[in-house]
């Protein structure tokens, strides 16, 4: 396989068999990419529902599925030789270690949000015992659909968790069951994950589904090809030698988020962007070659994407209620929006490095003294 020279700065572990592999900076910096897409869509589908075909980046929300993709092709690379040794306990620890902090300070946001919303006064409707559910179900990750203000999402107080809720079932399936498979029963079970999220799509009539309790098993059926696809990809070695760099890859996945709305059609557009075109960019971002010149925002644009992805929505949520209420004009709305995203960006920064890097640091200090 044709690595790349990357940061190691990873902080899961810093020994023997839990010593972090080299990262493909390339695709890390293409998850930012995703993340700001996913941050921009959910600003636009407030003015516009996202099937109207009036939204520029009307298909923002496909940047799930690349994450996806993105992740079996990492989770493969990074743990295929060597989670038999180190335990499935372990690699549970990796994977929480990882991704649990910005889950509960998702949840910690998403509720500060709900109570001090400059534009809407919190629902009567919720006791104390009942926001207190409603947060230890986002903290914990258990689907609890029950805001009907906000469209019976997963998780009221953060909607993106819906997709780390579908990771987290992916690591466990992938841990119990998809690092023992042969190559062949993996294409095998990527097949029929596809023909599934076919069918999802065609039903659908897209595939938007998997964040509200109505189409929770679209989620299921999004990460089943996604994954699969993305570490078939890794134990196939697809790997595609390219000199396209961070900069032409982020420019053809960005046209996969702002490509034009197909009435009646984008359930097939979707599944072809999503079967293989995703899939076609991990494999060119795991060849390319990379410049010096971009590695430093490449690295920027990795590190701060899940930052970004969690924390943005308490955001979200405001701005949808300003939007309901103060019906701001198109200009006073493109400034909003652009000054939000990057205040978003640099919000994501910060928490990275007061609070995410730390957490993980001491979390994995703790660990080895054990």
Same mark, same amino acid.
């Given at each position: 396989?044709?690595?790349?020279?990357?940061?190691?700065?990873?902080?899961?572990?810093?020994?023997?068999?839990?010593?972090?592999?080299?990262?493909?900076?390339?695709?890390?910096?293409?998850?930012?990419?995703?993340?700001?897409?996913?941050?921009?869509?959910?600003?636009?589908?407030?003015?516009?529902?996202?099937?109207?075909?009036?939204?520029?980046?009307?298909?923002?929300?496909?940047?799930?599925?690349?994450?996806?993709?993105?992740?079996?092709?990492?989770?493969?690379?990074?743990?295929?030789?060597?989670?038999?040794?180190?335990?499935?306990?372990?690699?549970?620890?990796?994977?929480? &270690?990882?991704?649990?902090?910005?889950? #509960?300070?998702?949840? +910690? /946001?998403?509720? %500060? $949000? @709900?109570?001090?919303?400059? =534009?809407?006064?919190?629902?009567?409707?919720?006791?104390?015992?009942?926001?207190?559910?409603?947060?230890?179900?986002?903290?914990?990750?258990?689907?609890?659909?029950?805001?009907?203000?906000?469209?019976?999402?997963?998780?009221?107080?953060?909607?993106?968790?819906?997709?780390?809720?579908?990771?987290?079932?992916?690591?466990?399936?992938?841990?119990?069951?998809?690092?023992?498979?042969?190559?062949?029963?993996?294409?095998?079970?990527?097949?029929?994950?596809?023909?599934?999220?076919?069918?999802?799509?065609?039903?659908?009539?897209?595939?938007?589904?998997?964040?509200?309790?109505?189409?929770?098993?679209?989620?299921?059926?999004?990460?089943?090809?996604?994954?699969?696809?993305?570490?078939?990809?890794?134990?196939?070695?697809?790997? &595609?030698?390219?000199?396209?760099?961070? #900069?032409?890859?982020? +420019? /053809?996945?960005? %046209? $996969? @988020?702002?490509?034009?709305? =197909?009435?009646?059609?984008?359930?097939?557009?979707?599944?072809?962007?999503?079967?293989?075109?995703?899939?076609?960019?991990?494999?060119?971002?795991?060849?390319?070659?990379?410049?010096?010149?971009?590695?430093?925002?490449?690295?920027?644009?990795?590190?701060?994407?899940?930052?970004?992805?969690?924390?943005?929505?308490?955001?979200?949520?405001?701005?949808?209620?300003?939007?309901?209420?103060?019906?701001?004009?198109?200009?006073?709305?493109?400034?909003?929006?652009?000054?939000?995203?990057?205040?978003?960006?640099?919000?994501?920064?910060?928490?990275?490095?007061?609070?995410?890097?730390?957490?993980?640091?001491?979390?994995?200090?703790?660990?080895?003294?054990?």
């Amino acid at each position: 396989m044709n690595k790349l020279k990357v940061n190691t700065g990873n902080l899961e572990a810093n020994s023997g068999l839990l010593k972090p592999k080299q990262h493909f900076v390339i695709l890390d910096g293409l998850r930012g990419v995703a993340a700001l897409a996913v941050v921009i869509f959910h600003f636009a589908e407030w003015v516009h529902p996202p099937d109207s075909g009036k939204i520029f980046i009307g298909h923002g929300f496909l940047a799930v599925d690349f994450f996806f993709c993105l992740s079996g092709f990492v989770i493969g690379y990074a743990y295929d030789d060597r989670i038999g040794k180190m335990g499935v306990k372990e690699f549970f620890k990796s994977r929480l &270690i990882r991704l649990h902090p910005l889950v #509960i300070l998702g949840s +910690v /946001l998403g509720l %500060l $949000a @709900f109570l001090f919303d400059p =534009f809407a006064a919190p629902s009567e409707a919720y006791t104390a015992g009942g926001l207190f559910l409603l947060f230890l179900c986002s903290a914990l990750l258990i689907p609890y659909p029950v805001m009907e203000e906000r469209a019976f999402n997963l998780f009221g107080l953060n909607a993106p968790s819906w997709s780390l809720f579908w990771e987290y079932v992916a690591n466990i399936v992938y841990a119990l069951v998809l690092y023992r498979l042969s190559r062949r029963s993996l294409v095998v079970l990527t097949a029929l994950a596809a023909i599934t999220l076919c069918f999802v799509s065609y039903r659908a009539g897209n595939l938007l589904g998997g964040w509200a309790g109505e189409n929770f098993l679209d989620g299921g059926a999004r990460i089943a090809y996604s994954f699969s696809a993305g570490l078939l990809i890794y134990r196939s070695n697809w790997i &595609i030698k390219n000199n396209l760099g961070f #900069i032409g890859l982020a +420019v /053809l996945l960005s %046209l $996969a @988020f702002v490509m034009p709305h =197909f009435d009646g059609w984008n359930w097939v557009t979707e599944a072809l962007v999503v079967l293989f075109y995703f899939p076609l960019l991990v494999a060119l971002g795991a060849g390319s070659s990379l410049s010096p010149g971009v590695k430093k925002l490449c690295v920027f644009s990795g590190n701060i994407s899940y930052p970004l992805y969690m924390t943005h929505y308490a955001v979200i949520w405001i701005f949808g209620n300003y939007f309901t209420s103060q019906k701001p004009g198109t200009n006073e709305l493109f400034l909003i929006v652009s000054i939000g995203t990057l205040l978003l960006v640099g919000f994501a920064y910060l928490v990275m490095v007061v609070y995410d890097v730390p957490v993980r640091r001491y979390l994995s200090s703790k660990r080895h003294q054990k």
